[in-house]
């Protein structure tokens, strides 16, 4: 790891959303095929399905956008960006 390259909180609270949202969905999935023995109010939405779905992208898009090196990658492209725009010469008409 770098001197002063840090890892943002984020990055894992992706992981752990990523984590529950398989947990969820995979019970909901679960109980699609093995209904409970008792029905719950409204359990024909099957909210463990959808619930679970959610979580999987929220954890996957922060884990994706708070990924360690990433926002430095982004800062280095930007920096060769602008000395390039700095270098060429204008075409503006004078």
């Given at each position: 790891m770098h001197g002063d390259e840090r890892i943002s909180i984020w990055f894992f609270i992706g992981g752990v959303l990523f984590t529950y949202g398989i947990l969820?969905?995979?019970?909901?999935v679960y109980e699609l095929?093995?209904?409970?023995g008792q029905k719950v109010v409204l359990g024909e939405l099957h909210a463990s399905?959808?619930?679970g779905a959610l979580l999987i992208v929220l954890g996957?898009?922060?884990s994706w956008q708070f990924f360690p090196g990433r926002?430095?990658?982004?800062a280095e492209e930007a920096?060769?960006?602008a000395a390039t725009k700095a270098t060429e010469?204008?075409?503006h008409a004078g």
């Open positions: 969820i969905c995979g019970t909901g095929w093995n209904p409970p399905v959808w619930w996957a898009v922060y926002r430095q990658k982004k920096a060769k960006t010469p204008s075409r």
